[in-house]
């Protein structure tokens, strides 16, 4: 006898669910963390299927439900410039490679700084620039900055430890930058590293997922906007080397050297953490039956209830709407025990 199954189900939302575990076996015989009320009543009542649990994960990344992670000085507001300066606070700059030669007088220093934004009026303006300032990055090979725990910037040697985010087991990431290319005739096929990394133990920066945006000049110039490049980072399995490793972000100028030429602009660095709903401990308690819904702490749920499963949503019947404070919350079915239920939480805020 199959007494309950965890099922993967295709959500109504922008993306799909997850497989939140697999089918399990039979009543009675007895596990771990389960309550005995659930054995009980599982042995009490043979036949009976307790049906499938399922997690309707409506939640998109990028939407409002997602925790936003400060990076510090994300948008490059700091130090505040009443023109250019090449200091980045919070950013420490790719080291210089051997190959680049300073002796024509531009300096690796020299090839990402920020600056202030035009004013209103002037073709130069960016339109959608985050605050007054932004970067900038030479279309060099190489060229870039980075932050994560053990980063510096120009005002330190030593670790700032300011970035102190680590990836989480069970959630999902994505980074957003606002990225402009073109500057300074920058040539089509410029392309630009976006990447979330951790660092192993021998502190080499290991890309966990990147992007990489690639410059076409548009069709018809048109007023200087950024444009947001995502990069994504799957629900972070127990397992992987990166769960519990500090988060580091880097942005680096990937072009072909003989493409080289031009400059990036680049602001408001955003980094978001999605925590997966999961309905765990399922089981009888009071003869009714319940379960245990895990998510992202502050995350409200309608929880939904059908007799097949393959109904659409709008014929699922709305049990309750909980939010769940601290991350786990116990729901109880006390409607009349029917012979088979699919239940399924929709985050909803
Ligand atoms: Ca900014």
């Not at 992670?69 to 080291?95: C, H, Y």
């Not at 992987?240 to 988060?247: D, M």
């Not at 100028?253 to 031009?262: M, Q, R």
């Amino acid at each position: 006898m199959r007494t309950q199954a965890f099922e993967h189900h295709e959500g109504a939302g922008s993306r799909p669910d997850r497989v939140v575990d697999s089918t399990r076996e039979t009543a009675g015989r007895g596990r771990r963390g389960i309550p005995h009320a659930w054995w009980f009543a599982g042995c009490a009542r043979p036949g009976l299927r307790v049906g499938a649990l399922l997690v309707a994960a409506t939640v998109g990344l990028g939407t409002v439900r997602a925790a936003k992670i400060p990076v510090p000085n994300g948008s490059f507001e700091s130090p505040a410039t009443e023109f250019v300066d090449i200091r980045l606070d919070s950013w420490q700059k790719t080291p210089k490679p051997d190959w680049f030669d300073e002796s024509g007088g531009q300096l690796w220093d020299q090839l990402t700084g920020l600056y202030l934004n035009l004013p209103v009026g002037d073709p130069g303006r960016i339109e959608n620039c985050d605050g007054n300032q932004a970067v900038w990055i030479f279309a060099v090979p190489q060229a870039g900055f980075f932050q994560d725990y053990e980063s510096t910037d120009w005002s330190s040697t030593s670790p700032l430890h300011a970035f102190d985010v680590r990836y989480e087991a069970g959630k999902s990431y994505q980074l957003t930058v606002g990225v402009l290319g073109g500057g300074g005739n920058m040539q089509a096929g410029a392309s630009l590293l976006v990447e979330l990394y951790y660092r192993d133990g021998s502190s080499n920066q290991v890309s966990v997922a990147a992007s990489t945006f690639v410059y076409a000049p548009p069709p018809v110039p048109g007023a200087k906007r950024f444009v947001d490049v995502t990069v994504e980072v799957p629900t972070v399995p127990a397992g992987a080397p990166w769960a519990g490793q500090h988060i580091g972000i880097r942005l680096l100028s990937t072009i072909d050297p003989s493409l080289a030429g031009g400059f990036w602009d680049v602001d408001n660095v955003r980094l978001e953490a999605v925590g997966e709903p999961v309905l765990l401990a399922p089981g009888f308690f009071d003869g009714k039956f319940g379960f245990t819904l895990q998510s992202a702490p502050g995350a409200k749920f309608e929880i939904l209830a059908a007799s097949d499963a393959s109904l659409p949503l709008s014929n699922w019947t709305s049990l309750a709407t909980l939010t769940s404070a601290t991350g786990s919350i116990a729901f109880k079915d006390e409607s009349p025990t029917v012979d088979r239920r699919f239940y399924r939480a929709r985050q909803v805020e």
